[in-house]
Nanobody
Framework: QVQLVESGGGLVQAGGSLRLSCSAS????????IGWFRQAPGKEREFVATIGWSCSTKYADSVKGRFTISRDNAKNAVYLQMNNLKPEDTAVYYCAADVSLGLPTTPYAYGYWGQGTQVTVSS
């Protein structure tokens, strides 16, 4: 069982940066793939980035070159550094954990979810 808590969201102007954190409980955290997803009002939840147990990563095309996912297994934490933010990045951001050895990009592959943190980018 894994419990996840996101933090770091907020209001930022376009072009600005935010760093989201996902803190996890559980002794086997290092074996989980951790993904970030986002959901804007009226839209489906979409994949943002994911990081595997070996620190391999995968990104959505819309955030490549702007967002960076990383993990610190000693702190049971995963981070999402978001630079050059755009108004279309506005959404609730969720982190999720999965025991897959791959890098799943579909939300259905993840069994554990945090409560989400709001990111709002003003133009």
């Amino acid at each position: 069982q894994v419990q996840l808590v996101e933090s770091g969201g907020g209001l930022v102007q376009a072009g600005g940066s935010l760093r989201l954190s996902c803190s996890a409980s559980g002794r086997t955290f290092s074996s989980y793939a951790i993904g970030w997803f986002r959901q804007a009002p009226g839209k489906e939840r979409e994949f943002v980035a994911t990081i595997g147990w070996s620190c391999s990563t995968k990104y959505a095309d819309s955030v490549k070159g702007r967002f960076t996912i990383s993990r610190d297994n000693a702190k049971n934490a995963v981070y999402l550094q978001m630079n050059n933010l755009k108004p279309e990045d506005t959404a609730v951001y969720y982190c999720a954990a999965d025991v897959s050895l791959g890098l799943p990009t579909t939300p259905y592959a993840y069994g554990y979810w945090g409560q989400g943190t709001q990111v709002t980018v003003s133009s």
